[in-house]
């Protein structure tokens, strides 16, 4: 079936630091795959997205590039802020079966 | 910029009530989901719908849970009755269409605590 692994947390950095979350995925097909992004007490954002090998998505300095022959969409961001701080899920849309990995908790210090 | 709202963003209830969530799309979205996102982990899909119609129920819990659609534009989750396992986050979205290149827009949830 369908599934994502993501990195587990939570995740402290540094303003300014490197960041990387790893995700995963099981699918067969071709699935699309997202990164939403959650505040507290908000409901979740698109941060981005790519639907085909090799696409990368970015936004707002994130980037992710969809790998189909490690199945994975790691999430990068070069110089981490402060605002940044937020819960991060890693998904996965395959023939309208969507799936979100568990979360990722980033917490920024300035 | 359109946003999808739902109503109460918190509720506290006591089990064996009922309690009911709303949710209204953005205008014009044909698909509408419900999600229900327990503490520390990602949302999990309870219903699909297209229009007014189901279209995935399938972990749904029938029993206590109902979702309905009437007039395909907003909707309303029901749970009949409450149990202390079912609080969590209660997340509505909606995308123009179903499929998987169509962007689901999340709304801010209702939390629900069972006591």
């Known amino acids: 079936g369908n599934s994502v692994t993501q990195m587990e947390g939570p995740v402290t950095l540094s303003e300014e630091a490197f960041l990387t979350i790893n995700c995963t995925y099981t699918?067969?097909?071709?699935?699309?795959l997202f990164w939403y992004v959650q505040y507290p007490g908000e409901g979740l954002q698109l941060l981005l997205k790519?639907?085909?090998?090799?696409d990368k998505g970015s936004n707002k300095g994130f980037e992710a590039t969809y790998r189909k022959e490690t199945t994975s969409f790691h999430l990068e961001k070069g110089s981490v802020q402060v605002s940044d701080s937020a819960v991060y899920f890693c998904?996965?849309?395959?023939?309208?079966?969507?799936?979100f990995g568990a979360g990722t908790r980033l917490t920024v210090k300035p | 910029e359109a946003e999808v709202a739902q109503s109460p963003r918190y509720k506290i209830t006591e089990k064996s009530q009922a309690v009911a969530f709303w949710c209204d799309p953005i205008?014009?979205?044909?698909?509408l989901y419900w999600y229900r996102q327990i503490l520390g982990q990602g949302p999990e899909l309870l219903v699909q719908?297209?229009?007014?119609?189901?279209?995935?129920d399938s972990q749904l819990p029938k029993d206590r849970f109902s979702a309905e659609r009437l007039k395909g534009v907003d909707s309303t989750l029901k749970i009949q009755p409450a149990e202390l396992g079912d609080s969590a986050m209660y997340l509505c979205?909606?995308?123009?269409?179903?499929?998987?290149?169509?962007?689901?827009?999340f709304g801010p949830g209702t939390r629900l605590t069972v006591l």
């Open positions: 699918a067969t097909g071709y699935p699309s």
């Open positions: 205008s014009g979205h044909a698909t």
């Open positions: 719908f297209q229009d007014e119609s189901v279209v995935d």
């Open positions: 998904a996965l849309n395959n023939n309208n079966d969507m799936r």
């Open positions: 979205a909606s995308s123009f269409a179903g499929g998987g290149y169509n962007e689901q827009f």
């Open positions: 790519a639907t085909k090998a090799d």
